[in-house]
């Protein structure tokens, strides 16, 4: 564990630009720490490096720029769309300007009508909503065949770059169109309240923003610099649920990944505008989809015990929510907490399980506070992680100056700060 080389995990956004910058969903780590840990790894050259936290996919990309295999998971369609993207090859640039050309050619003839209960009319007018929906509707035509579209939904697992890159910039259009019902939060979209008005934009502008976008992302991958004398890895992105998916056993070199946070982000409703893009290509809603991840607002419906293997850091943090006088404490926030910690104890068993003999297990974890109580959640997830076979080796903690929790302007209530620790925690798989 000393020689991997661990950098500061911290997020940049003068790091977001080039190719990078037309990714910027909330990230657990930049792609230089991966770059530079999974570089001093030293795996095998058939090492499988794995993520079942994959997000935008900044392991699998890091690990595909280095000539690794890698494996990433997500439950979030939208994110492993966002993640194939990222792994566009050079060889594909040239196609995307006449492609491009070709859908919205495509689109304007045949401008979709939709209902009211188009999920696009949360944000725009029905002229509006008509014509993205013709662009989406116009890229699933070109660019996606049997293999993807099949009944009841698509098969993301085989989506393929090129219309992943298309769909990422219709998400980019989207996002920026409704940028007005932006938060405090940067990464969040608010619904519209009733009375508001909603969203009216021309067919030309949409279309132009859409081809300039695509325009620009051609340069950004026309100009990115690949590694001299490393053919890229292959990477496998899986639309999965990680208390579920179970990888082969002992299969797995090398798990680099970035937990949820435990301070109630829904990640569906961070995604609900580019969620509503793809609907006609997902099945179930995203209230069901937020019941399935971790850290969620949605409370289980089934009814969760405290389990001793969670251990006694865990266990003294939920005693301390549900004895918290503040209103939903002792109710709806202790539950909350018991769904993140149930989800959380299974996947980690899930991918430990994956992990070989002699593997590590590197988990960038962000504590948090509950109103005035602590969330030692590094250590917290240390002591599971123990539980299921795995030995902490090392850890470095960077300190963050704002959290996404320390957004929050209720953090000023209880006097804590509105910072935080990034602890990068490095495991080794005990041996039996």
């Not at 998916?245 to 961070?270: F, G, K, N």
């Not at 996947?347 to 109103?371: H, N, R, W």
Request: charged share 25%; with cysteine.
């Amino acid at each position: 564990m000393d020689r991997l080389d661990i950098r500061s995990p911290k997020r940049n956004k003068r790091m977001q630009v080039g190719w990078e910058g037309f990714f910027p969903y909330y990230a657990g780590y930049p792609e230089v720490f991966a770059n530079a840990l999974l570089r001093s790894a030293n795996l095998a050259p058939e090492g499988i490096v794995f993520d079942p936290w994959n997000g935008s996919g900044t392991t699998t990309y890091a690990a595909s720029e280095l000539g690794m295999k890698a494996v990433g998971l997500d439950v979030n369609p939208v994110m492993v769309i966002v993640a194939r993207a990222r792994l566009l090859p050079v060889s594909e640039a040239d196609s995307i300007e006449p492609l491009a050309q070709d859908i919205v050619r495509t689109a304007r003839v045949r401008v979709e009508n939709v209902s009211d209960q188009d999920p696009l009319c949360a944000w725009f007018t029905a002229e509006t909503a008509a014509f993205v929906r013709s662009v989406e509707r116009s890229i699933a035509k070109r660019l996606l065949g049997r293999m993807t579209l099949r009944a009841g939904g698509a098969n993301f697992d085989s989506l393929s770059g090129l219309a992943a890159t298309f769909y990422v910039a219709l998400f980019n259009v989207c996002r920026a169109m409704a940028s007005s019902f932006r938060t405090s939060n940067p990464t969040w979209i608010r619904l519209p309240k009733e009375e508001e008005a909603r969203i009216d934009v021309p067919h030309r502008d949409i279309t132009e923003r859409f081809l300039t976008n695509l325009q620009h992302m051609v340069q950004a991958l026309t100009t990115r610099v690949a590694q001299k004398g490393v053919e890229r890895g292959v990477s496998e992105l899986k639309i999965a649920d990680t208390t579920k998916y179970a990888l082969q056993p002992e299969s797995v070199d090398i798990v680099l990944t970035s937990p949820p946070y435990c301070t109630r982000i829904d990640y569906a409703a961070a995604t609900r505008i580019e969620l509503a893009v793809i609907a006609p290509l997902i099945s179930g809603t995203p209230d069901e989809l937020s019941r399935l991840m971790i850290g969620s607002t949605r409370v289980s419906k089934n009814p969760i015990a405290v389990s001793p293997t969670w251990g006694p850091r865990c266990l003294k943090f939920l005693d301390q929510i549900r004895s918290h006088p503040s209103k939903a404490s002792a109710g709806y926030y202790y539950k909350t907490h018991l769904d993140y910690f149930d989800k959380m104890e299974r996947s980690i068993e899930k991918f430990t399980s994956a992990l070989k003999p002699d593997g590590s297990a590197i988990m960038v974890v962000q504590d948090s506070y509950y109103k005035d109580i602590h969330n030692d959640l590094p250590s917290i997830l240390a002591e599971i992680a123990a539980g299921h076979g795995l030995t902490l080796k090392r850890r470095e903690d960077f300190y963050l100056r704002r959290s996404m929790s320390g957004i929050n302007p209720h953090t000023r209530l209880y006097g804590r700060s509105p910072g935080a620790v990034e602890a990068v925690l490095c495991f080794s798989k005990t041996k039996n």
